[in-house]
């Protein structure tokens, strides 16, 4: 399961010590979770978390007086919820863990060890969201069952349901293709009586490969026989089915009324792309959803690889757009060259391919997918009049029991895909969940070398986000977002390795940059006669020393640019849990004139009591606040508090990721200042917004 900004943890912590509950809340954000924390302060209010909100998990403090443990674990189970608690104590014995199981806590988390507290509520996560997921499932296919038998009732396709030869179920087309007027004719009759003679010997072999879990074939030609004793052509497609709990076969028997290799060209050309002659999208799903199946069934290993041309745009403005379907094409025919005729090799994209082999452990598909890469490096494509030599970016993941899911398999793929060709492509990343830490490695290795390669050289870049004012004068103001230039020429989304940057020491170089790549921004546009004020983001290691502070005081100086100009922002939550070396900073900044300001504000447990201690200049409100927000009255409301409480206090107030007209219209009816989104301008190398 992937965890991150897309799906929030809704946490409820029970503990007496507010900076003890944010504690455990920044430790599961350091980790990349969006946490949304609530804390009761009495039973009344726990009551009324529990009934007004979707909560995901509960870590109570063993000794809390506020509410104590036993009441909590009372009023969780008299919710009715599946809710997972988790006790937190200061240490452990024996004792305290049977005295945990009895109470029905699913665990017991140690308030000294963070890291552990992190893996277990990770793990309880996980597994409360695959229950969720099973329950959803169950239903789902409790209404699916209830829609198909109405369906296939209703159906023209002549439909039958078989159990070990046997007629369970047949609809209506079915019973009048054979003469029957009633299903009571033909309940338990044999599938070989509906069969000519002549082909009842190859039949029975067909149904004990089908009783042995063997895959049925796509489709089975025969001639079937009515009541009447007349035979017609046809076929039979056959599904793994479930009838009232049974495992069964489905059979859709179709009477031929053209000639049968008429048919099979037809159904041939359905499946193909028409411009490479590779198997189309849909056709290979279903291969790949055959295949992940088996491998959740049979413990199988097989690998599916995608594989993408390297600067697809950079090629086509060489050829030209006229070429692009011979150049997917040329790609087409390359990838056929070098693959066995038992691969199913399909076009998955626009000029994406996918390639499935069956039956291949880890070392065979590393030596297919090097193969596929090599193929392409070495080789000269032919697209009409041009030829060319195109790289290519691969994918890859081995797929068995631990990633048994299409999603999963398919989004690991995409993954190594976009990786590889943000280093550079002509590179393999092949995903094995046997030897993720392997994998993993190698692919870290790679980012690491990058950055330091684009931190030495200069390959990074800002892009500019105008904020705009929702009351008084505009100003012109805009947020800095950093950006990595590979060598040729595109974007690498910052999300992609700033964390990498982090593990290794490299985020206060990276901090430096911005900061004076952003001073000497702003000197020019001051040449220019602009006043313009940028916002950068910095992370919690510059909190460690004055070098950086140094670093800006010189680069001010040198570039003839006021501190005013400059506004410096931190998370939250990183302020609250380096609150002394934040204030430092912040007191250390004003002496040059620069603003600190927070993000992802209104997101700890409480937002305004951090602002007693910490003088930010500014807030930028969480972008949680912002998901259907036209929709969300809690959130509504909160923005309005936020928005009253720092105008109070003085505090500018910022909305990041505005999208539709109707969150501006709440925006500025709650008073906030400023607004920023792709529905007002997207970032870009330009600051060329009219205020």
């Given at each position: 399961m992937q965890f991150g900004k897309d799906l929030p943890l809704r946490l409820l912590v029970v503990d007496d010590s507010v900076e003890a509950a944010e504690a455990i809340v920044s430790t599961l954000r350091n980790a990349g979770i969006a946490v949304r924390?609530?804390?009761?302060?009495?039973?009344?209010?726990?009551?009324?978390?529990?009934?007004?909100?979707?909560?995901?998990?509960?870590?109570?403090?063993?000794?809390?007086?506020?509410?104590?443990?036993?009441?909590v674990m009372q009023r969780v189970d008299a919710s009715g919820k599946d809710l997972p608690v988790l006790v937190l104590h200061d240490d452990i014995d024996t004792q305290r863990v049977l005295n945990a199981a009895s109470i029905g806590a699913r665990g017991i988390v140690l308030r000294p060890q963070l890291d552990l507290l992190r893996d277990t509520v990770v793990r309880e996560w996980s597994d409360l969201?695959?229950?969720?997921?099973?329950?959803?499932?169950?239903?789902?296919?409790?209404?699916?069952?209830?829609?198909?038998?109405?369906?296939?009732?209703?159906?023209?396709?002549?439909?039958?349901?078989?159990?070990?030869?046997?007629?369970?179920?047949?609809?209506?087309?079915?019973?009048?293709?054979?003469?029957?007027?009633?299903?009571?004719?033909?309940?338990g009759m044999s599938l070989l009586d509906m069969v000519a003679p002549h082909h009842v010997d190859e039949f029975k072999q067909l149904l004990k490969k089908l009783s042995k879990g063997e895959a049925p074939p796509p489709r089975y030609e025969l001639e079937?026989?009515?009541?009447?004793?007349?035979?017609?052509?046809?076929?039979?497609?056959?599904?793994?089915?479930?009838?009232?709990?049974e495992p069964c076969q489905q059979v859709v028997l179709r009477q031929q009324e053209i000639d049968p290799a008429l048919a099979r060209e037809v159904e041939e050309l359905r499946q193909r792309d028409q411009v490479t002659g590779l198997l189309n999208r849909p056709t290979f799903l279903r291969a790949l959803e055959d295949t992940v199946a088996h491998a959740a069934e049979k413990a199988s290993h097989h690998v599916l690889l995608l594989v993408e041309p390297d600067h697809y745009a950079h090629l086509l403005q060489e050829i030209g757009l006229d070429a692009a379907d011979e150049l997917?094409?040329?790609?087409?025919?390359?990838?056929?060259?070098?693959?066995?005729?038992?691969?199913?090799?399909?076009?998955?994209?626009?000029?994406?391919?996918?390639?499935?082999?069956?039956?291949?452990e880890y070392n065979a598909s590393v030596a297919l997918a090097e193969t596929v890469r090599a193929a392409f490096a070495d080789a000269v494509l032919d697209t009409g009049k041009r030829s060319l030599n195109a790289t290519v970016s691969i994918g890859g993941v081995q797929i068995g029991q631990k990633i048994a899911s299409v999603t999963a398999v398919l989004g690991k793929a995409s993954q190594g895909v976009q990786s590889a060709a943000g280093v550079g492509g002509n590179r393999?990343?092949?995903?094995?969940?046997?030897?993720?830490?392997?994998?993993?490695?190698?692919?870290?290795?790679?980012?690491?070398?990058?950055?330091?390669?684009?931190?030495?050289?200069?390959?990074?870049?800002?892009h500019f986000q105008p904020l705009i004012g929702l009351h008084g004068a505009p100003d012109e103001i805009y947020e800095a977002y950093l950006r990595l230039l590979n060598e040729h020429g595109e974007l690498v989304q910052p999300m992609t390795f700033l964390q990498i940057a982090e593990e290794h020491g490299l985020l206060w170089e990276i901090d430096r940059w911005v900061a004076g790549h952003a001073i000497s921004v702003l000197g020019e546009r001051r040449k220019a006669g602009h006043d313009t004020t940028l916002l950068i983001k910095i992370t919690e290691v510059s909190l460690?020393?004055?070098?950086?502070?140094?670093?800006?005081?010189?680069?001010?100086?040198?570039?003839?640019?006021?501190?005013?100009?400059?506004?410096?922002?931190?998370?939250?939550?990183?302020?609250?849990?380096?609150?002394?070396?934040?204030?430092t900073f912040q007191i250390e900044a004003g002496k040059l004139g620069v603003r600190v300001g927070l993000e992802q504000f209104g997101s700890g447990l409480?937002?305004?009591?951090?602002?007693?201690?910490?003088?930010?200049?500014?807030?930028?409100?969480?972008?949680?606040?912002?998901?259907?927000?036209?929709?969300?009255?809690?959130?509504?409301?909160?923005?309005?508090?936020?928005?009253?409480?720092a105008r109070e206090a003085g505090r500018l107030t910022i909305a990041e990721f505005v999208q539709d007209a109707s969150s501006m219209t709440i925006l500025f009816g709650a008073g906030l200042d400023y607004a920023q989104g792709q529905f007002l301008a997207a970032p870009g190398p330009e600051m060329n917004y009219e205020f």
């Open positions: 924390p609530s804390r009761p302060e009495n039973a009344a209010a726990l009551d009324q978390l529990l009934a007004g909100q979707p909560l995901d998990i509960v870590i109570a403090a063993h000794g809390a007086r506020s509410v104590p443990l036993a009441e969201q695959a229950r969720r997921g099973l329950r959803k499932l169950e239903n789902h296919v409790r209404e699916t069952e209830r829609r198909c038998d109405a369906l296939i009732e209703s159906s023209r396709d002549p439909i039958a349901y078989i159990h070990e030869g046997m007629h369970i179920r047949a609809n209506a087309a079915y019973l009048e293709m054979f003469g029957f007027d009633d299903f009571e004719e033909i309940e079937a026989r009515g009541m009447d004793g007349n035979a017609f052509p046809a076929t039979m497609e056959f599904t793994a089915a479930t009838y009232e709990g997917v094409a040329a790609c087409g025919r390359r990838l056929s060259e070098v693959l066995a005729d038992t691969d199913v090799v399909a076009r998955f994209g626009e000029h994406q391919f996918a390639v499935l082999r069956r039956n291949s393999v990343e092949l995903f094995d969940p046997s030897a993720a830490d392997r994998a993993e490695e190698e692919r870290v290795e790679a980012w690491v070398k990058r950055i330091r390669d684009a931190i030495d050289n200069d390959r990074f870049i800002m460690q020393d004055d070098s950086l502070l140094k670093h800006i005081g010189e680069q001010l100086a040198r570039h003839g640019v006021e501190g005013r100009q400059l506004v410096v922002q931190l998370p939250e939550s990183k302020v609250f849990t380096h609150l002394r070396a934040a204030q409480n937002s305004f009591q951090l602002l007693n201690h910490f003088n930010a200049g500014l807030v930028k409100l969480d972008r949680g606040f912002m998901d259907d927000l036209q929709n969300n009255a809690d959130n509504q409301e909160r923005i309005r508090e936020i928005a009253s409480k």
